[in-house]
């Protein structure tokens, strides 16, 4: 392997990286991974390292600056924004689920395993997606009786995932079974209405409320009971932001930019749900089925960060 020299003088050096394939090439490099936090040995993409490497033939000295890289390329909040980015790995095997999390690795921070594949690969895929150097919230939506869901929130605890999902609508005592079995490393978040849910479905099981009022109260029930995250659509943020305050975390799914929704009934733009107050935004489909994942993802960070 081509040995690169040093980068700049925090010490990030292209030694000893093994280069890895991304969607992207040396003539157009990956910007994601340019910034500074992928300037880092054991995160390189190949075109990253190639396009240092034809730098040192630029370069005045054998430092290459920050300075010589482009504002987008520096552009400081990039992994700030890729932290507020979950990408659902809807996938059937742990093959497919690990392209495409080691495809979109400098695009998003997070990857969310949900039922389908947990179910088919089980622990093994958690483990393997930490590897690909992504966090990991595991979307088991977890319901069942109080001493069950706490047993399975310090099962998952033991994957080290960060995020884990049960049903607020379980009630008090679940709630407070599944808080009182999770650590501090672990965001418990409940889950308000699903956003695949819409008022007819609320009346279909018995309820009769609106949607805001369901999920408001909901929330409230989590809130008074410990905790710290909720996820609900986006149309529900202000109100759940007025009913938790600024320490809850809030994560959205239902994420769309166009009129092709599959079978979300309550979505909003990236940019919107932002701007609305989410802490984190989860969108599977749109990206994970794109033609190009990497750049379906890329595309969504730039709407995040207009
Ligand atoms: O493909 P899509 O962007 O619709 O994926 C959304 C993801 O978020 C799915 O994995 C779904 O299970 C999850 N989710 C959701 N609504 C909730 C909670 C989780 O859509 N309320």
């Known amino acids: 392997m081509r040995r690169a020299r040093q980068l700049d003088s925090e010490n990030y ?121 992504a966090r990991v919230f595991l979307d088991l939506k977890l319901h069942d009786i109080p001493s069950t869901v706490g047993a399975a929130v310090a099962s998952a605890a033991r994957l080290d995932v960060e995020m884990l999902t049960f049903h607020l609508l379980g009630g008090t005592e679940m709630i407070r079974a599944a808080i009182a079995a999770a650590p ?22 018995g309820i009769d409320d609106d949607l805001s009022r369901q999920a408001g109260r909901l929330a409230k029930l989590g809130i008074d009971n410990g905790v710290r995250g909720l996820v609900a659509s986006a149309h529900e943020l202000p109100l759940l932001r007025q009913l938790c305050g600024r320490d809850v975390k809030l994560i959205v799914p239902g994420i769309r930019a166009g009129r092709d929704v599959q079978d979300q009934k309550r979505t909003m733009t990236a940019r919107d749900a932002l701007a609305a107050g989410a802490d984190y935004l989860v969108i599977g489909r749109p990206v994970t089925r794109a033609p190009d994942p990497a750049a379906a993802a890329q595309k969504l960070l730039e709407e995040m960060e207009s």
């Open 184 to 205: 501090s490393s672990l965001l418990l978040l409940g889950v308000t209405v699903l956003t695949s849910a819409d008022a007819a479905t609320l009346r279909g099981v």
């Open 13 to 133: 050096s292209t030694d000893d990286v093994t280069p890895v394939p991304c969607a992207h090439s040396s003539e157009n490099p990956c910007a994601t991974a340019l910034t500074r936090d992928y300037l880092h040995p054991l995160r390189g993409c190949s075109s990253v390292v190639e396009h240092l490497l034809a730098k040192e033939d630029v370069a005045s000295s054998s430092l290459v600056t920050r300075s010589s890289l482009s504002p987008q390329v520096l552009a400081r909040d990039r992994r700030t924004t890729m932290d507020k980015l979950i990408v659902a790995l809807d996938a059937e095997t742990r093959a497919e689920a690990i392209s495409l999390a080691l495809a979109l690795r400098h695009f998003a921070g997070w990857m969310k395993i949900g039922l389908q594949l947990f179910t088919f690969e089980g622990p093994d895929v958690v483990r393997a997606v930490r590897d690909t150097g």
